[in-house]
């Protein structure tokens, strides 16, 4: 078993930056190239943590975050357009999330977000967000 010092001595860093310069000993590698490990790693670290932004879904959390904070709980329903419909639909495909679709009475689309319900308007503008409301 590989210590991680003697790992990190044969040159693993190598291999991450694709780099021909860390064939050298460690002792002789320079401020730039420990920089540009440096770099790598960090690089490597925010691919990991922006799956977890969610940014496309920035204005509908803060809806949901309004009516959470004022009510103290979820909304049951949010209106939406198209684009914001396909956008959470796609968000649920791409982080293998389940789907649970269905259609109201009236024949709306409606699909599943945490506990809240959104409810596809097809005649409003595509990056309509109503504002929440419970069962009445």
């Known amino acids: 078993m590989l210590a991680r010092r ?3 001595r044969a040159g693993f860093f190598a291999n991450l930056v694709g780099s ?12 730039r190239s420990a920089t540009e490990v440096v770099n ?3 690089d490597v670290g925010s ?4 799956p977890w932004s ?3 879904l920035r204005p509908l959390r803060q809806r949901m975050t309004e009516f959470l904070h004022a009510q103290m709980k979820f909304p049951d329903f949010i209106d939406v357009g198209s ?8 968000w649920h495909v791409k982080h293998f999330q389940p789907l649970s679709l269905a259609r109201d009475a009236s024949g709306r689309y409606l ?5 809240t319900t959104l409810v596809l308007h097809a005649d409003a503008v595509p990056n309509y967000i109503g504002s929440p409301y419970d069962k009445t």
């Open 6 to 8: 003697d790992l990190l």
């Open 20 to 31: 021909s310069r860390f064939a050298e000993t460690p002792e002789q590698i320079s401020d």
């Open 40 to 42: 790598a790693l960090k």
């Open 47 to 50: 691919a990991i943590d922006q």
């Open 54 to 56: 969610f940014a496309e």
């Open 83 to 90: 684009d914001i419909w396909i956008m959470v639909y796609d």
């Open 111 to 115: 699909l599943l977000f945490m506990q």
